[in-house]
């Protein structure tokens, strides 16, 4: 009798075990990542082109149509065997509105949108979004590769990080005319398997109608150096490094140049020697807008866990000031902080990094200039043109309003040093200001 119950006991025993073997394998990170798939998304825009991207789960062809109304305008075939599909469309309209359709060739329609060309009037409205360090992980990206989370992160079952997807709502909501994105896209390395849930998956509402442009972050070159950012977001190449690690575009009257200043993994130091020094100096020097924003990852003030960066306040801030530039905004502090006043004779610096990563304090003393607004917050701020002046705003994910300001055109003595060193820009800000 007694024996029986012990063979029942080892016999429970070794079905328990094996349970609890069978379950803890799905656990096991033995899968590779799942593959990039995306939903279409809008590119690179000027007033004459666009480009229309997707990323497919596995290789095809695609093939993508422009529309307005019931007509077709253009149609774009792709190479065969790709993954990654970048539709160029030429020869466009200026201010047009265009709908577009993405589908698998010989198949189904697979994305659809809209995308409106740039005007190059200076008296149209100018809407943009900046923000930055929003690429927060979901807490099941670090088990995507194990057996009981591979196919619902493949299918995307999962929710991305919560305070990304809201960020990513409020803006799509907003419905600008592009999106800054100012750095830190993916956490905490850049792989290239984080961009779903960190980046396409919050941003496909806005993304589907509206280019993303985005300076890299101290995140985005750990993993060999942004070429994965440089896969994912096809901006346009510059000259300076053959890629769109930095890049220039005007939309109506304002000029946008984002910049490419890391220096931590290269030894570099922002100086006469870095590449972004030259690329800044020549789109200065020929700019004419007369609204200039620079952009890149790194504050130049702050009073937070980063702090001011030397090497940006003297190597950088001289020549903005001389140029007449607008604004200056950057992220890497996860919060909101804006230094000095409009018409103060420098630029505006912005620091907006709360995009969904976790936040940082404002610290309560710190060397240089005091904050004009500070908050720890996630947050995304918004950038129009209303009449003659250039109007900024940051948003809280509550609906309070962290901090407004306004940047007027030039006058006085500003306008006269721009006159100085570009008398077309002079001439554009003095004809705005006319109308």
Known sequence: MAGGYNEIVRVRLARFLLWFAGFGLLWVPVLDDPPLATASYVQDVTSSSAVIAIVMAAPTQVEGTLWIGDSAVATVRGPEGRRRHALHFEGLEAGKRYRYSLTQVGGEEIGSGSVTTASTDDRAPVRFVFLGDSGDQPWWVWLQTSPLFHL????????????????????????????????????????????????????????RDVPVYAVLGNHDVMDCDGVQFASNLRLPPSEATGDGRMFSLARGPVRIIGLDCNTDRTGWRYDTQHPAHAFLSAELANATEPWIVVASHFPMRSWSRQGNRAELLLGMLP??????????????????????????????????????????????????????????????????????????????????????FDLP????????????????????????GKR
């Open 409 to 432: 055109l030039p006058s006085g003595d500003s306008l006269a040093r721009i006159r100085a060193v570009s008398p077309a820009r002079a001439a554009r800000i003095e004809a705005l």
């Open 152 to 207: 619902p992160a493949r299918w995307h079952w999962l929710p991305c990080s919560q305070a990304v997807s809201r960020v990513g709502a409020a803006v799509a909501a907003w419905s600008p005319d592009l999106v800054l994105h100012l750095g830190d896209v993916i956490y905490p390395k850049g792989l290239n398997a984080h961009y779903s849930s960190g980046f396409f998956r919050p941003f496909e509402a806005v993304m």
């Open 319 to 404: 020549e903005l000031e001389r140029q007449g530039v607008s604004l200056y905004l950057s992220g890497h502090d996860h919060c909101y902080q804006r230094f000095g006043e409009p018409g103060a004779g420098e630029p505006v610096l912005v620091v907006s990094g709360g995009g969904g990563k976790d936040l940082y304090d404002i610290k309560p003393k710190q060397a240089g200039p005091a904050p004009a607004a500070a908050a720890k917050a996630y947050h995304w701020g918004c950038a129009e043109v209303v009449g003659g002046d250039l109007h900024v705003v940051a948003n809280g994910l509550d609906g309070i309003r962290i901090d407004a």
